[in-house]
Each structure stands twice: as structure tokens, then as C-alpha cells.
């Protein structure tokens, strides 16, 4: 019996101001994650985004430069300027680039919203953000074994 009530000691030791700390530790620590992996994610996505639509824009440019319904010299310069004009035309890269981070930063905090909710819990409330910070602890265990370590998935076959 001695080593219950050493446990349920250290146990309700720990359940306070010890559990506390680490509680926002863990919600301070998974806003930080999450807000960096938004960042990352949207830099990515912007600039995919700027690629794809840029290849998209010189694409329709080059197939209207090189239609034609009438067989004209001056037809032809002028669409010659109008193409080139397009061509060198570089203010469309920050719209494309904002939209893609924008993009890409805001999907990754909607995937991340229950970590977060439960990160603001873990810093602003005492009793239930204890709950909230062993609650994500138990993701960062998850996170570690899954998805860091792999353990559950399925090995590689050599062919």
C-alpha cells in the first residue's frame, strides 16, 4: 500500500502548480508550432501559386499572340508589342503570391483549430486548462510515435 499512496501522492504533487506550468508550457509551445507550420506551408503555397498561374497567364498570352484572323503585317506588330508588353509585365507575381500564402497559411490554422483551442484553454484558464494541457500532451506523444518515429505504419517492401 505504501507505493499507492507514494504514486497518489506525487500524483496530486504534480496536479498542481507543476501540471499549471507545463500545461501552458504545452500551449505555448503548440501556438508556436502551428503558427510556423501555417507560415511554411503558406510560403510554399505562394509560391506554387505564383508558378501555376504565371505558366497559366504566358500559355492564353502565347496562344492570343499566335492566332491571327487576319493576314496583316500591322496586325501582327501590334499583337508582337502587346505580347512583349504582357511578357515583361511583373506586377501580377504579389497578387498571385499573397493569394497563395493567404491560402496556404489559413488551411493549415483551420487543420490545426482544435490544437489551438485547446492551446488558448491550456493559457487562459486554471482547472480545465490543466485537463486541456495533459490533453495535448497526449498529442505531442502521438505526434512523436506517429508521425516522427512512424511506429503503426507500414514498412517500405524492398521490390
Known sequence: MSKITAITNALKNFSGKPL????????????????????????????????NATGDRYFKQY????????????????????????????????????????????????NELPIIGLSAIALKCKKIGKVAGVLLGINAVKVLLFDVLGLGKEKNKKI
Open 63 to 110: 496562344k492570343q499572340f499566335m492566332s491571327t484572323d487576319k493576314n496583316s503585317a500591322s496586325v501582327n506588330k501590334l499583337k508582337r508589342v502587346w505580347y512583349d508588353i504582357q511578357q515583361n509585365f511583373s506586377y501580377y507575381h504579389p497578387f498571385y503570391k499573397t493569394k497563395g500564402y493567404l491560402s496556404g497559411f489559413g488551411k493549415t490554422l483551420l
Open 20 to 51: 499549471a506550468i507545463t500545461s501552458k508550457a504545452l500551449g505555448i509551445a503548440s501556438v508556436a508550432a502551428v503558427i510556423y507550420d501555417s507560415h511554411v506551408n503558406g510560403k510554399i503555397k505562394a509560391d506554387s501559386t505564383d508558378f
